[in-house]
């Protein structure tokens, strides 16, 4: 798994937990020699991530749209910064470019981005593991969301499975790169 899509805040939240474990992702990522496919901003747990995997001579792709390269927002710091014309174009591409998704903590854009990705993986619209950086029990609340649409028959078990859930950097990425259906090579993109 070369490129990993990581949707994140471009907020850096308050608890500062939430900025060492990006630092600690951003090394699990250079260790591993994946690229940081990401949202192309500066602020935030975006650039922190993007920041800390470029000052360990790591790899970074940005997707950025024009609007929010406009606002000044936009990471010029980056191995390659895509500049799209719209927010649908931004997740397409970083669809396409990636070969799996993970979440950090963040606010309305990152659950829509990840929302919209298990979408599509439900769908078999693509086929590439997602998964959640739990970090100090963030995404609890919505977890047990997930669960109740389960339970009030809202949500398939087996699609409620596809979201890959860990609370260490190290071993969520560990997991993605060894989802059954990607050892299999099954995960790609359906043509």
Not at 51 to 72: A, Q
Not at 83 to 107: C, N
Not at 121 to 140: A, Y
Request: a negative charge; one cysteine or more; proline letters at 4%.
């Amino acid at each position: 798994m070369k490129n990993i899509c990581v949707f994140c805040g471009s907020s850096k939240g308050i608890d500062p937990v939430f900025e060492n474990k990006a630092k600690i992702l951003a090394g699990e990522f250079v260790r591993n020699q994946t690229t940081l496919v990401y949202g192309g901003g500066s602020i935030g747990l975006m650039g922190i991530l993007a920041d800390e995997i470029r000052r360990r001579n790591g790899y970074v792709i940005g997707v950025i749209p024009r609007f929010l390269y406009d606002l000044e927002v936009g990471h010029d710091g980056v191995n390659e910064l895509i500049i799209v014309d719209s927010m649908h174009e931004r997740k397409q591409k970083m669809a396409e470019i990636s070969d799996g998704f993970l979440a950090l903590p963040g606010g309305f854009g990152t659950l829509e981005e990840m929302a919209e990705i298990l979408t599509w993986v439900q769908l078999n619209l693509i086929r590439k593991p997602v998964g959640i950086l739990n970090l100090e029990g963030f995404f609890d609340p919505l977890l047990n969301l997930f669960d109740h649409m389960v339970e009030t028959g809202f949500l398939k078990k087996t699609n409620r499975d596809i979201l890959i859930v860990g609370k260490d950097p190290e071993q969520i990425l560990k997991e993605l790169r060894s989802a059954p259906a990607f050892a299999s090579n099954k995960w790609h993109e359906k043509t």
